[in-house]
């Protein structure tokens, strides 16, 4: 039976994988939002399915991909966003907006209690005040907002979006948006022809152009409030517009886009509840894009089963379950516990491939393009790192790295996606070119090596220090690793810094500026360049490696994180005051670490174990510390 566990848990673990991966199955007398969810559209500058744009806009607004309505109903961010486009009266009215500050809430007179979900229907009275206040709150840097200032500045910004969106596709209020389409199709010409009667001086029909005259006023508006720019171009090489943009054009041509009319349909079937109807025109929409749109569609269709099957969520699970895999195996059962963490970590890293992949597919750039996009990768190259050293040394440590590393930056990039698009537009200080590309994968893989020799070291003093599982063979082993991905580091990470240097010079025109991010990729540099010289002239051994190695954590994450920080410097995208506390808090645990790893041994449990264990013999635990390996001199 142990021979055959680490396949049952692999199979059981794949199979449960293999289920999200299956398409969803709409009900024949069900409206069709998985098919009208692939559509594509343009946001942001890049081409996406709607999907896409329902997710990130509940995510933008309301912090979550879904809503929890009350009675326990839940509702997919399309089903949402389809009430918000179509059927605005029932959207309104769903409590969608985050609102904590009591002094936000004091506002509008309401007192703070358990509820902190209110819908737009509820602001409604007070967008005025909202609007004057969040304006005023803009005007100032991040970091000089208070969490007032901070709170009314987000509930702006999410009405504000919440509006854009309501007015993306039709106008806000619309009944019948088809016969309304076509009866503006119908007045163009005889407006057109009262226009001229009236420049002529000659008696015209004032009702006719009065009519057409509020109705563009109206598609004006829409046109300017769009969020989502839902017409793709006829003309090979042309630019995507709103839906208004194109009611607008149609006065001197006299065409609506196809694009339009399928829309108004759609929304007025939505309205009437016509599930036949619906998914007529969906489909009707779906085979004009794969037929004049095909690379959209393509595009949309596979961003589409990216964000269903949700590659990254997926990783984590798996990462969390090999961890624990690992781990056990030090108490028992080692060799079925290793190989069965290992074969759930492969498989972990293959999901993890999947979306690095299919995030460079779809924003056709290097895998790191934003900090998102860095833990991703850090993360992925630290778990590979790991897992050859499990490999070579098949002790459950390096598994143990993979599962905890990759773990943890995938939380991290979870928790940067809360400002929507991860697959955004790049900056435009980053000019793309071969350097930017070689520069940031070198520099994040030198943060991954050392991030990994971090995790090691903290393996070492946590068994060292708080259980008696640290033999001779196992400290051994560790300070081999430790020092192998040490080197690793440095080699990346100078070699990332020189590149960047490069490409700072072709962009910016100068190789160096002493910007923060660039003292940042020094300090790592140096740091490990440290930590090297050390260990070669003999001032520090094993222990004092690990607690170099573990100060080392600090350092990237400062240079990873911190210094976007700053708000200063050409590498600064924005102050996050979220992530300052857990910053800090890192900081701090890594410093706890090295004060307890710089404890006398004596108060170590594996030196107090060995000496147990041995009897009066030489301890296992101080040979390996101290017979040419003893702590920091």
Not at 354 to 382: C, K
């Amino acid at each position: 039976m142990k021979r055959f566990l680490p396949w049952i848990i692999f199979a059981i673990a794949a199979g449960s994988i293999a289920v999200n991966w299956l398409p969803p199955k709409t009900a024949k007398n069900d409206i069709d939002l998985t098919k009208f969810g692939k559509i594509p559209v343009l946001v942001g500058g890049r081409v996406k399915p709607l999907d896409t744009v329902a997710r990130n806009s509940l995510l933008i607004i309301h912090g979550k991909q879904e809503l929890r309505l009350e009675g326990g109903r839940r509702l997919s961010a399309m089903q949402w966003l389809t009430d918000v486009l179509f059927n605005a009266p029932v959207a309104d009215q769903y409590p969608v907006f985050v609102v904590q500050n009591s002094e936000v809430l004091g506002l509008f007179g309401w007192e703070q209690s358990d509820r902190k979900y209110f819908s737009f229907a509820e602001f409604m009275p007070f967008l005025r005040q909202i609007d004057e206040q969040g304006g005023q709150s803009d005007k100032l840097e991040a970091v000089q907002r208070s969490a007032y200032q901070s709170g009314i500045l987000n509930l702006r910004n999410g009405l504000a979006l919440y509006q854009r969106l309501k007015n993306s596709i039709q106008p806000e209020g619309a009944q019948n948006f088809a016969a309304e389409l076509q009866a503006f199709v119908k007045s163009v010409p005889g407006a057109a022809k009262a226009a001229r009667e009236r420049e002529m001086g000659e008696n015209f029909d004032k009702a006719k152009l009065n009519d057409v005259a509020e109705v563009i006023q109206k598609y004006e508006r829409l046109s300017e409030m769009a969020y989502v720019l839902a017409v793709p171009p006829v003309e090979k090489n042309g630019d995507w517009r709103a839906v208004g943009d194109n009611l607008l054009r149609s006065v001197g041509t006299g065409e609506i886009h196809p694009i339009v009319s399928e829309y108004a349909i759609i929304g007025d079937a939505y309205r009437a509840n016509d599930p036949s109807l619906f998914n007529q025109h969906v489909n009707l929409m779906a085979n004009w894009f794969a037929k004049e749109q095909p690379k959209a569609t393509q595009r949309a269709s596979f961003e589409f089963l990216f964000n269903r099957v949700q590659p990254f969520s997926q990783s984590m699970a798996l990462y969390v379950l090999g961890f624990l895999l690992a781990c056990f195996s030090w108490l028992g059962w080692s060799r079925v516990l290793n190989r069965s963490a290992f074969y759930l970590l492969l498989l972990a890293l293959a999901i993890h491939t999947f979306g690095l992949v299919s995030r460079m597919y779809l924003q056709e750039r290097p895998p790191v393009t934003n900090l998102y996009s860095s833990a991703i990768f850090i993360g992925w190259g630290a778990v590979i790192v790991s897992l050859i050293l499990e490999r070579i040394f098949r002790d459950g440590i390096g598994a143990a790295c993979a599962g905890a590393i990759g773990f943890i930056t995938l939380i991290i990039a979870h928790h940067l996606a809360g400002s929507g698009d991860t697959l955004e537009m790049l900056q435009a200080v980053l000019d793309t070119n071969i350097w930017l590309a070689t520069h940031v994968v070198a520099i994040t893989t030198g943060y991954s090596a050392m991030f990994l020799a971090g995790m090691l070291a903290i393996i070492y003093v946590v068994r060292g220090v708080f259980t008696g599982s640290l033999k001779k063979q196992t400290a051994d082993s560790l300070a081999r690793m430790t020092y192998g991905v040490v080197c690793f580091a440095t080699l990346f990470s100078f070699v990332g810094t020189v590149l960047g240097g490069i490409w700072a010079d072709q962009s910016w025109g100068r190789f160096w500026g002493w910007d923060p991010k660039e003292n940042g990729a020094v300090l790592i540099v140096l740091w490990c360049a440290i930590i090297l010289h050390a260990r070669w002239g003999g001032f520090i051994r094993q222990r004092g490696l690990m607690i170099m190695a573990i100060f080392g954590n600090v350092v990237t994450s400062f240079s990873w994180f911190g210094v976007n920080m700053l708000g200063v410097g050409l590498h600064s995208y924005g102050f996050m005051q979220k992530a300052f506390p857990w910053l800090v808090g890192f900081m701090v645990s890594q410093l706890a670490l090295m004060l307890i790893a710089a404890m006398p041994l004596e108060r170590w449990r594996s030196f107090c174990a060995a000496q147990v264990s041995s009897r009066g013999e030489q301890p296992q635990i101080s040979s390996a510390l101290s017979a040419g390996q003893t702590p920091v001199q």
